[in-house]
């Protein structure tokens, strides 16, 4: 079975940082690009970061540049979203996301292109 299993995340106040991973198990995501989502209460899940299979092509939401970096980090982490300067508007239930294998060495930003899901790690940012 396949699985993406988020870890990291935690309750901070503002200002402080954190680093999410996503482990991975029952194959490999070498190949496949990357990706981090969050879903607030009431709201639709959002794009936050992404990252190509070879890891030369990063994409950022606009809410994320400068703050937050996305790495790759081996077969069994695929994926760490490094947090900083967290603000209360990044509280949130953060995803992992993978393509399957991904010959254009592409960093999607749209969820319709990833197809694999973690279940999710909460953030919770206090002023």
């Known amino acids: 079975q396949v699985q993406l299993i988020e870890s990291g995340g935690g309750s901070v106040q503002a200002g402080d940082s954190l680093r999410l991973s996503c482990a991975a198990s029952g194959r490999t995501f070498s190949r496949s690009a990357m990706g981090w989502f969050r879903q607030a209460p009431g709201k639709e899940r959002e794009f936050v970061a992404a990252?190509?299979?070879?890891?030369?092509?990063?994409r950022y939401a606009d809410s994320a540049k400068g703050r937050f970096t996305i790495s790759r980090d081996g077969a069994e982490n695929p994926v760490r979203l490094q947090m900083n300067n967290l603000q209360p508007e990044d509280t949130a239930v953060y995803y992992c996301?993978?393509?399957?294998?991904?010959?254009?060495?592409?960093?999607?930003?749209?969820?319709?292109?990833?197809?694999?899901w973690g279940q999710g790690t909460q953030v919770t940012v206090s002023s």
């Open positions: 990252i190509s299979w070879r890891g030369g092509l990063l």
């Open positions: 996301a993978a393509t399957k294998v991904d010959s254009a060495s592409v960093a999607y930003s749209a969820p319709v292109d990833y197809d694999y």
